[in-house]
């Protein structure tokens, strides 16, 4: 198994730009999460997904979308970049005992600059 | 509000104990998690403990849980240069949201 991988993993953006950052697993796992990590911040939850076809916002979902069409797959939408979204972020991904969500698998992380 | 709360930073010497503590916010939290993150790295899962659960031992790791006072700790025995890294504590809340502390950075001392 790969576990979950994230593309890219460094980016550069300027100030208005859209990207999307990828977020795969082969865990066949049912909850995916994007978060962001900042100095001093630790880790904010932006979105999360209990399943294909079911996303709810986090704790900072601002100028995010994510959309989750099958199991393997939550992409994180970045609509038009800020300063503000310079970050790293991580990609998580967990299985479900009894339909709540269980030990977390993290990506490697993507370095997010925005000029 | 949603924040788990930890202390930033703790500094031990090599060979003592370390106890990093965490407060969280849901009572009805089923799952309490520990995370560790080195350098330039993701995070890695080292031990959780379920709600119904006083204690739970993992070799040099020990889970404190408190449920009255919503406290949970770790403690590392025996610490050593390799645990120097950064410590997350996080908590699984009834909405299935998974909610981070800002982490506790461990120094280790010679």
């Known amino acids: 198994n790969a576990g979950v991988t994230q593309t890219p993993k460094f980016q550069v953006l300027k100030t208005g730009q859209s990207m999307t950052l990828q977020c795969a697993q082969d865990?066949?796992?049912?909850?995916m999460s994007w978060y962001r990590q900042d100095p001093g911040m630790g880790l904010r939850l932006i979105h999360y997904?209990?399943?294909?076809?079911?996303?709810d916002q986090g704790e900072v979902p601002n100028g995010y979308n994510v959309s989750r069409s099958t199991t393997e797959d939550f992409p994180l939408r970045l609509l038009s970049a800020a300063p503000s979204q310079t970050s790293v972020y991580f990609c998580?991904?967990?299985?479900?005992?009894?339909?709540?969500?269980?030990?977390?698998?993290f990506g490697p992380g993507t370095r997010l600059t925005v000029t | 509000g949603e924040d788990v709360e930890q202390s930033l930073f703790l500094s031990v010497r090599e060979g003592d104990s370390s106890v990093i503590n965490c407060t969280y916010t849901?009572?009805?939290?089923?799952?309490l998690y520990w995370y560790k993150q080195e350098p330039g790295a993701g995070l890695q899962l080292l031990t959780y403990?379920?709600?119904?659960?006083d204690m739970k031992q993992d070799q040099r790791l020990t889970v404190l849980l408190n449920k009255k006072d919503k406290h949970l700790s770790l403690r590392i025995a025996d610490t050593q240069t390799g645990d120097s890294a950064i410590y997350f504590c996080?908590?699984?809340?009834?909405?299935?949201?998974?909610?981070f502390g800002k982490g506790t950075r461990l120094h280790i001392l010679p």
């Open positions: 849901d009572s009805s939290s089923t799952y």
């Open positions: 998580a991904s967990s299985y479900s005992i009894m339909g709540r969500t269980y030990e977390q698998y």
């Open positions: 996080a908590e699984l809340m009834r909405d299935d949201k998974i909610i």
């Open positions: 403990i379920f709600s119904n659960m």
């Open positions: 865990m066949n796992h049912e909850y």
């Open positions: 997904s209990v399943g294909a076809g079911i996303t």
